[in-house]
Structure formats: structure tokens, C-alpha cells
């Protein structure tokens, strides 16, 4: 099947307006007919589904979670993106794109980032409205940052909780559509396979986790909002429930999987300490704004770090990348904290960490506060008071945080910091319209692949959750609501969801009855151990090659050497586990071939055979400027491009020197 | 919103038991200060002329049915509100501990109220049944200072109004804050200063009424 | 930081289904890292239970960063453990030391019904948001973000009450069972903000009702709650939904 992306035609700023303007609507009678399927309760599930809701459509929602407050969207600290330029400082729908764009590394589409940057606006006005309680200026307006290296100032935040009250204000709206009955909520459901009827998604197969009964859902259309898939690493800063299941689960059924080997690692997370570890912690990226990254400049240095006098301490990120500095992209700081560490560099118990140190900015700001007091001779250790006192204010919960996991004070001393896998660039492929390559089913947020190329800028996610749930899918879910106005609902003793049902059960049943050795904990640990040495920071031909081998092989012991306790009919937590793990490995294992398919380095994906001499990241645009969506066969996966045209933002390599 | 929905609400409730609490608050301020009138050490004649206004004055007496049924509301909210409170976790923790900072009596309101309450039987039975009742009935020839007496120096009673007195002390100490709490009012530049006047209010109100029996143990009063 | 290991004794709360009846699993753990953090080692604890046989644990966790609001253990007779402000995944195992026993139970409240061990369900906070936690704004309706300046002050404080994460803390560490720190901070977040005044009178009153019906308990005062909550959530905010529920009853028509 070739793939159409239905970018809309006419110049790219008319390209949404005209897609609006001309895109099928649905009465509102018809809306009361029919059904939509929402998976997950992020800011991309909830805000959709609410907003859906609004518009009469009958909605279901489903979460893994006890509640549809706990989606993990509730994790993210920094901000969210919005072009208002509120500061006047030069900030437009424009460079917002082109910026995306550019962060991206060439490889979105041009069309879904525009469009992105074009409703970022309309995101801010609708929180503020639902009384989302942003940070603020004196007179009452609302306050920016700048964030991920920016020059102008258009990220808007909630102190270090910017992702937990934009996801409370989706999720009060979700509520409020439940209370009015648009909404049915099915929390502690997890989604186990698509009904497909006549090519179209038509319903799903849901396993209640609670009595782990399994049960049918019929709905016109089916939304994915099920987040990223980045616990294929085990370790990551994903939530311990996030899974890759229900667009795996898609992804079997038909719908492409786009450049699944575009993963982003977060240079600022707190580093591994034990083997115990269960997942890293995200130190926020606006710690970069006043902390210095640096290593010792001798190996294996024993001495503290306040031990260590300036001149024997290399600030690689300002050595590397004078322009820039600490403020470098996220994949390039994470790969040169990489590098220093496999260098022999690092530092801690482990060595596996590079220090962000607080002490220039404590003094620097120190200074600031006894001039702006006028405090004549003040000492140094009032200078350091009134510079903790600063840094309290901007980071006070990121440095709290940080001491309670590591026991460590990070005002006195520098923070020991490492990369770990965050985000997910990949995902579900998806047009213009958000739907999948399966007529009907659509995917939202994180889930799809659509707006951040290879690497995703700070600040972005939020906005990209929200644009789909509450100014995207309502316009174009109608396009393909307008086409079943006629098509009633259909019974859930179709055939159809039979068949889906048995093969589900059948699954669990296998899994159930292999009782072998191995707890899922453990083939987990392995997977990620695989994908974060071979298909991690840095990738090659001969590792990746070997990583599909030894996921093969990991494969077919799990299905041999799994040990799952407990029954199928109750909550049992290991079973869900169980399930997810096992779409994990799938998952790997095309990860690693999407990796080895794509022989350039771009954004998150780096590959050794493609750098420049200086050890930078080398792109390719003469082959490898398309989408990679690869296409489930039953025993293979087939790769389809979607060739990328930049007709506004002209790639050009990205550098930070 | 209706009344009874109002005063049938949980917050309805706890402001009825608020202000039913004011209002007792405030009636103790009287009574402490009419039986204070002991103190002038004059055999109990000032004091004995007070009561005998309080308990012939028809107005006063009337009032008093306000009093009781005051009282009433309150205990019978009280006990059902701790019935409700102990509905709502029917099964206990095993181990259960506090931070430091919660006061151990703010747990224990409903103990110190049935304190309470059983002391006010006897505390009705000794100054209301038989004396007050009997003055009204009788006239001046009951000595009420007298009977007190009688009461205070008996070595039972006297341990018992202390233990009474003690329970009124913590009652006071979360009461009196409480109220406010629920009420609506809490502020940070005021509500220390409530919190104050509540400890001073609490303490000096329980030692004025603890030195009624104490005086006439120790023969401070004749 | 000095490491060190450790050796423990778990009582840990173990229920079939919820309406089965519980009792308390004695449980020795041995070589516990004071770098681990308390539900690691449950997950330690756990991949022993597997590897002979017996059923794991089950507790409810998600993002173990302190946001989610999903983990739920009472340790030693406190929410969240012996430290303050804190939840029980971010609670680290330096809090104990060799030889220790732990009492681990799941929330009590009548409200909060045990599903299975230490997972309770927690819906009941979900009915209480539906009842009126939200601002009735349709996608789309929004006016420019800017065109209504918001206090700075106030806007702070909205947002110090919106912080809660619903774990259910106040709940469970109330003597008496009371949810009204969980609803009176999102009354507060929204009475404190202009958006939220055109629904002021009726969100007070639909939230408390749908609170009573599910059967928490009563405030007493005690403020066990705010000591317990991770989020620091003040009981400022009860006095100002007393204040808002009692300004909306007696002002209400009827």
C-alpha cells in the first residue's frame, strides 16, 4: 500500500485553515450515534476524549491506571511551547515550525508542524480557561522561560509540575464529560487488540484488570493515545506501567510503525546506582540554564568533586560546543556525556555520571542579590546564602527531589547526572488527519510519529499531546465520521470480536501455562540491557545485528521460560506484565532493524558509521530523508517510505559549535 | 439548598457543632464568673445572692432551656458524629503513629466529651437536681455556698471535678480553634492570635473553676 | 553518602479479592541496599516470592518520581512512611537500619474498598471531581490567555492546591477517614481563580454532597492530613471551603 499522507493542498500557513474550512462535518444528531474508542488518559487521550464528548459523540475511554489522573503526562516538569510572544521578543508561528523542524533534524513533516506551531496559541487560552494555574508575572499576566537553548521566551510552566496540571486540567474536563454521560471511563482496562471489520478498526478487545475478565467494546473509530515505548529500555524515566501495547497490538493489525529507532535519551536524569534499580529519575533540562557539566580532567580521579580545583576540571560541553555550551540539544549532550564516560572520565561510585555543578551559578547570583541589597562587604558565605536562596526559588522541588533519592545535598555538592531514554520520536504512523494506515483508527501524542523528526525539542510534548486532543481530532475525526453516519452500531457478538476475543485469550492462556523459570522482571531486565548497549546512544551495523539475534533468542525463551504466578482470572499485576513485556521484545527486535535499515545519524539516532571527524553526528539527506513506516506481514515487517519534502525550512546540518 | 440538607452535610454539621460550642464557650465565661463570686470570702453570702437571681429570675430560668438544649444538640452531634467518623474506617490500622505536631487531645475529642458528659451528670445531679432546683422551690434558706462546700471537700469529689475539669482543659484547647476552623476563618496573620487567645481562654477559664475546690480543700475559704 | 545493606522483617497486609478476608504475611528480607528505594525492594521481595512459588505482593505504583499519586502504603502506622512530604516511592531505604520490622498496610477507609493486598480503589475521588471539580469551558470557547490578569498571589496559592496528586494520604492517615483535604484543595484552586467563579456556589455544594455520599468521615481538626500529605497541601484550604460551603448554602435561594 502506498502511503498518502493527505497534506492538504495550497502555501503551508493556509494549509490548516483550508483543511478546516473544507473537511466534512457531522450534525449534531449523527454525533449522538456514534461511537469513538479512546485509549490512554494523557493530555493527548484525555483532551480528546473530553473534547469529543463535548462535541455528543459517544465516548469511551480506557486506562490501565487506577484513575485517569495517574497518566504518565503527569511526570513532565518542564513547560509547554506556545507561539504567543507574549515577551515581543521576536517569537511567531514561524520560527516556532522552523525550530521544530530544525530540533527535529529534518526529519517531520513539514505540514503536521505547522500546524502543531499554528494551534500551540489556542492550547494556553484553553488551560488558562480551565484554570490551570501557570506561573504569572506581577500584574497578573502570564510568565515565560526560555527552555532547551531557546532564544526567545514562549515556554509557559507551572513551577517543576507543568505536565501534572496541564493533565488535571484534561482530565477535569474528561470528568466533566463523565458526569454528563459523553464519557464512559473504564480505568484499570487495559486494551488487548483491535476488532477490525471490513478493513476498518471497529472496537476492541479490553481485559479488566481487576477481575481479569476480558471484554468487547464496539466503536466507530479508535483512538491510540497510549504514550510512548520507551521501557523497551527498562530502564528509562517512563512510568512502570507504560507500555507499548496498545499500538503494538495496532501495529499487528495493520497499522505501520514510523521510525521506531528514534528514541530520545535525556542527558539530566539521576544515574544507575544497583542492579535493583526499577526506573531513572528526570532531573528537568532547565537545570542547564545555571548548572556546568563537567568531568575530571584526569581518569579515575578518586578526590571529591569540591576537591577538585577548576583548572583539573574539563567543562566538555563549553569545550566542545563554545556557542552553545551546557545549553546544546539534548541528543548532543547526551552523547558527549557518553563519551566521556566511556572514556573513563566519569565519576561516582559507578562511573557512569558526569557532575552538574551549582556553584558558579550560586555565586553568581549571590553577587547579584548584594548589589541589588546593597550590602557593601558582604562575605562569601552571605554571597552563598543569598545565591542558595536564588537557586531554591527557581529549583527548590528538582534539588529536594534529588536529595531524597540520592541522600546527596545539591547545593553543596554537584549533582551527579547521567542520559536515560525518555521519550519516544517513533510511533504509530499516522497522515494529516491523525488516522493510522487502518481506516478508522487513529493515533494521538506521543503514540504517533508525527511532529518531532528525530529529536524532540524541550517543551514540545505537552504541546504536541494537547494540539492532537483538543484542536486536531475533532476536525478530523468528523472527516471520517461523515462516512458512517449510516452505519449503526454493531453488535459485540459479531464474529469479528469473537475471533479477537479467542486469539486474546488464547495468548493469555499460553502465557499462563508455560510456568517456567524466569520471572517477566527478569526477561525485562535483559531486553533492556540488550536495547540500551546496542541500540542505545550510539548504534552500529555489527551491534545492531547482534542485538536482533540475541532478541530473537530472548523471544523464544520467553515463550518457553516465563514465570507468571497467580491465576488469570483476578488482578494479577505480573500477567499484565507478562503481556507487555512480551510486545516489548517484538518491538525491540524492529527497533534494532529500523536502526540498522536507517545508515545515517540524525537527532536521537546515531549511528558510528555516520559521523564527521570531530565525532559529530553526520546526516543523510540524499537517502534517508523519508519516514521509515514499517508494515507488520505476519512473519516479517516490510518497509514502506514516505519520502519528506522541506519546501519552507531547507535542511541544513545542525550545528552547535 | 435546604436546611436540612444544610445542617444534614458534613460541614453543616460540624458548624452546628461549632457554633453550639461558641455559644457553650462563651456561656462558661458567666458561670465561671458568677461562682467566682465565692472568692469574696464572705461565707458565701454574694455568691448565694447571685444564685439565688439565677435560679428565681424567670427569665434566667428560661434562658436555661436554651442552655440545655444547647448542650443536648451538641452531645448528641457529637456522639453521632463519632459514630460516623467510626464507620468510615471499619477495619484499623495495626500500627498507627503520628508526626510530631498532632495533638494528642485533637484525637480525642469524643473520649474527652463523654468525659465530659459523665461529669456533667454528676455535676448537674450535685448543683442542679437537689440545690438549684431547690432554691427555686424552696427560696434563700438553701445554701448553695454551703452544699458546694459539702461537695468540694469530699476527697471522691473533689479527685472526680479535677479529672472533669482536666478533660474541659483539652476539650477547650482543640475546641476553641476548631471553631474558627470551621467557621471559615483561617488566616495566616490572625489565626495566631486566635490560637492564642483560645490557650489563654482554655487555661485561665479551667484554673478559675479548678480553684473552686481546691480553695475549700485547702480552707482558703471558710 | 555511605551505603550500607541491611536485613528486615515485613508484616505486610495480604487480600485475596476484596471480599475476602486479609491477615497479616510475615516476610525476611535480606541484603537491602540503603540506596534502594521502599517499593525496589518490594520489587526484591517479589522476584523471591516468584522464584518459590508464592503469590507477589500486589500495590499500586506507576511513575515512582512522587507525581502520580498511585502509590499507597501505610508504613509503620504513617502514609507514605516516616518521612515527611514524601510518598512511598520516593521513600529510600537509608529511612531504616539493620534488624528493622516494617508494618506495611494498605489505606483504611470504608470509601477506599481493598482490591487486592495493598491496592485500594480509589474511584470515589474521581466521583468527587465529576461532581464539580472542572470549569465548565467547552475546547474552543477560550478567550487570549492574557486577556484576564489573575493575582499574582492568589494564582500561587490556586496553584499550591492544585499540587495534590489524589493519593489518598489525608484519607487514610485521617483519624477519622475524612477526605476533606483532597476537596478542598481542588475548591480552593478553583475559588481562588477568576475562571472559576461563575460556578463557585454550585461547585462547593455538588463536590461536598458527592463527598458525603461516599462515605469518608468527618474533619475533626486534627490536621494529620496536612502533616501526612506529600504535597504539603495546607488546611487553609478546609477553612476556605467551610467558608465557600457555608457563603453557598445560606446564600443558595431555596
Known sequence: MALDAKIPEGELEQKWTNYKDHVNLVSPTNKRKLEVIVIGTGLAGASAAATLGELGYKVKAFCFQDSPRRAHSIAAQGGINAAKNYQNDGDSVFRLFYETVKGGDYRSREANVYRLAQVSGNIIDQCVAQGVPFAREYGGLLSNRSFGGTQVQRTFYAAGQTGQQLLLGAYSALERQVALGNVEMYSRHEMEDIVKIDGKARGIIARNLVTGKLERYFGHAVLICSGGYGNVFYLSTNAMGSNVTAAWKSHKKGAYFANPCFTQIHPTCIPVTSDHQSKLTLMSESLRNDGRIWVPKAKDDKRKATDIPQEERDYYLERRYPAFGNLV????????????????????????????????????????????????????ENIIRLGKEVITEKYGNLFEMYEKITGENPYDVPMRIYPAVHYTMGGLWVNYELMTTVPGLYCLGEANFSDHGANRLGASALMQGLADGYFVIPYTLGSYMAGEIRNSAIPTSHPAFEEAENAVKERIEKLMSIQGKESVE???????????????????????????????????????????????????????????????????????????????????????????????????????????????????????????????????????? | MTWKQLFTSSIGKKFLMALT??????????????????????????????????????????????????????????????????????????????????????RYMGWLGTFLLLFLVMHLYHFWAGTKNEMYFNGPQVNLYYEMKDVFTNPLFFTLYMVGLASLLFHLLQGFQSAFQTFGINHRRWTPILKGIGIFYSVAICILFAMMPVSFMAGWLQ | MEHYNMNLTLKVWKQKNATSKGKFETYEVTNISSEMSFLEMFDVLNERLIDEGKEPITFDHDCREGICGACSMYVDGRAHGPWQKNTVCQLHMRAYKDGDTIVVEPWRSGAFPVIKDLMVDRRAFDRIIEAGGFISVNTGNAVDANSLPVDRAKSEEAFNAAACIGCGACVAACPNGSAMLFVSAKVSQLALLPQGEPERHTRVLNMVTQMDKEGFGNCGNIYNCEAECPKGISVENIARMNREYLGASLSSDI
Open chain 1, 329 to 380: 540539544p539534548r541528543d548532543v549532550a547526551s552523547r558527549a556525556a557518553k563519551e566521556r564516560c566511556d572514556a573513563g572520565y566519569g565519576v561516582g561510585t559507578t562511573k557512569m555520571a558526569v557532575y552538574l555543578d551549582f556553584a558558579d551559578a550560586i555565586k553568581r547570583y549571590g553577587k547579584i542579590e548584594v548589589s541589588k541589597r546593597g550590602l557593601e562587604d558582604a562575605s562569601e
Open chain 1, 522 to 657: 527478569s526477561f525485562h531486565k535483559r531486553l533492556g540491557k540488550i536495547m540500551w548497549e546496542k541500540c542505545g546512544m550510539a548504534r552500529n551495523e555489527a551491534g545492531l545485528l547482534e542485538a536482533i539475534d540475541e532478541i530473537r533468542l530472548l523471544k523464544k525463551e520467553f515463550w518457553q521460560n516465563v514465570k507468571i504466578p497467580g491465576e488469570i482470572y483476578e488482578m494479577n499485576p505480573e500477567l499484565d506484565k507478562a503481556g507487555r513485556v512480551a510486545d516489548f521484545i517484538e518491538l525491540g527486535e524492529l527497533i534494532c532493524l529500523d536502526a540498522l535499515n536507517r545508515r545515517e545519524s540524525c537527532g536521537g539516532h546515531f549511528r558510528e558509521e555516520s559521523q564527521t571527524e570531530e565525532g559529530e553526528a553526520l546526516r543523510d539527506d540524499n537517502h534517508y530523508s523519508y519516514v521509515a513506516a514499517w508494515e507488520f506481514t505476519g512473519d516479517d515487517e516490510k518497509l514502506h517510505k514516505e519520502e519528506l519534502h522541506f519546501d519552507v525550512a531547507k535542511p541544513s546540518q545542525r550545528s552547535y559549535k
Open chain 2, 21 to 106: 460550642g461558641f455559644f457553650l464557650i462563651i456561656y462558661l465565661i458567666v458561670h465561671a464568673g458568677i461562682n467566682a463570686m465565692i472568692f469574696y470570702n464572705d461565707n458565701g453570702e454574694t455568691f448565694n445572692k447571685a444564685a439565688y437571681f439565677m435560679s428565681r429570675n424567670f427569665f434566667m430560668r428560661f434562658l436555661e432551656i436554651g442552655l440545655f438544649a444547647v448542650f443536648i444538640l451538641h452531645i448528641i452531634q457529637g456522639l453521632l458524629l463519632w459514630k460516623k467518623n467510626r464507620a468510615a474506617r471499619s477495619i484499623g490500622y495495626q500500627k498507627q503513629n503520628y508526626p510530631a505536631g498532632i495533638k494528642w487531645y485533637s
